[in-house]
């Protein structure tokens, strides 16, 4: 894990730069968390960390409300979250979340995505043993110690901490997720993004010139509107 992600997530955050990209995909992880858990965060850590995770996209205010209030509305689509799994040039192992309210036209296109990159779509869980789900949180290092903030959330489940430029990233185990989540929150500290990641076990190296052929795979994947998140296990 470490730099090597940290990296990955902002260049990641750079292709999602577009307002007309990121926001449609965090209106519907508030929308979906809000249908799943209520449209109270108190009460719902799914939707609180898909709040704070717009908010520190800079989206207004305005679409976070009303993203919420789509959750309960009659005519808001229904929408399904399905993980597609497979391989994309020269071998990537990949993973794609979605949510689509067509899973028929979704899973079509990813198909199409990954056969036209010389990849293939494989069966669900047969990446499991390359990805393990992680909770990632972004922090602002700034008038932090990372030595000392390291003994205190370790009895809040941190599996590791590390720092990048100005940001500090916090990595707990699936299970731990929300527990984390809770203790930051509480201790009032700047939570810039918080997230169940897929992070690979080990990652494989690519050329440059194969690095652009997966990148135009990504950024494809990426510009699908149910597409919710992709990732590789390239370092």
């Given at each position: 894990?470490?730099?090597?992600?940290?990296?990955?997530?902002?260049?990641?955050?750079?292709?999602?730069?577009?307002?007309?990209?990121?926001?449609?995909?965090?209106?519907?992880?508030?929308?979906?968390?809000a249908k799943q858990g209520g449209g109270?965060?108190?009460?719902?850590?799914?939707?609180?960390?898909?709040?704070?995770?717009?908010?520190?996209?800079?989206?207004?205010?305005?679409?976070?409300?009303?993203?919420?209030?789509?959750?309960?509305?009659?005519?808001?689509?229904?929408?399904?979250?399905?993980?597609?799994?497979?391989?994309?040039?020269?071998?990537?192992?990949?993973?794609?979340?979605?949510?689509?309210?067509?899973?028929?036209?979704?899973?079509?296109?990813?198909?199409?995505?990954?056969?036209?990159?010389?990849?293939?779509?494989?069966?669900?869980?047969?990446?499991?043993?390359?990805?393990?789900?992680?909770?990632?949180?972004?922090?602002?290092?700034?008038?932090?110690?990372?030595?000392?903030?390291?003994?205190?959330?370790?009895?809040?489940?941190?599996?590791?901490?590390?720092?990048?430029?100005?940001?500090?990233?916090?990595?707990?185990?699936?299970?731990?997720?929300?527990?984390?989540?809770?203790?930051?929150?509480?201790?009032?500290?700047?939570?810039?993004?918080?997230?169940?990641?897929?992070?690979?076990?080990?990652?494989?190296?690519?050329?440059?010139?194969?690095?652009?052929?997966?990148?135009?795979?990504?950024?494809?994947?990426?510009?699908?509107?149910?597409?919710?998140?992709?990732?590789?296990?390239?370092?």
């Amino acid at each position: 894990m470490g730099r090597a992600f940290e990296y990955r997530k902002a260049s990641k955050l750079k292709r999602w730069g577009a307002m007309s990209r990121i926001f449609p995909k965090l209106g519907k992880e508030i929308t979906l968390a809000a249908k799943q858990g209520g449209g109270d965060p108190e009460t719902n850590p799914r939707l609180r960390a898909a709040i704070q995770n717009a908010k520190g996209q800079n989206m207004p205010k305005t679409n976070i409300e009303n993203a919420i209030k789509r959750a309960t509305d009659k005519d808001t689509k229904d929408y399904a979250e399905v993980v597609y799994e497979g391989y994309g040039p020269h071998g990537v192992a990949i993973i794609i979340e979605t949510a689509t309210d067509n899973p028929t036209r979704t899973v079509a296109n990813v198909r199409s995505a990954l056969v036209r990159s010389g990849g293939s779509l494989g069966t669900s869980g047969c990446l499991s043993f390359i990805f393990e789900r992680k909770g990632v949180f972004q922090l602002k290092a700034e008038g932090l110690d990372i030595e000392e903030l390291e003994l205190e959330l370790i009895d809040h489940g941190l599996d590791e901490i590390s720092e990048v430029e100005d940001e500090l990233y916090v990595y707990t185990s699936f299970l731990d997720f929300h527990r984390m989540s809770k203790y930051l929150q509480e201790k009032g500290m700047e939570v810039t993004s918080a997230q169940l990641q897929r992070i690979p076990s080990s990652y494989s190296e690519l050329t440059d010139e194969q690095a652009e052929d997966l990148d135009k795979l990504v950024d494809k994947l990426e510009d699908d509107e149910d597409v919710q998140a992709v990732y590789t296990n390239i370092g």
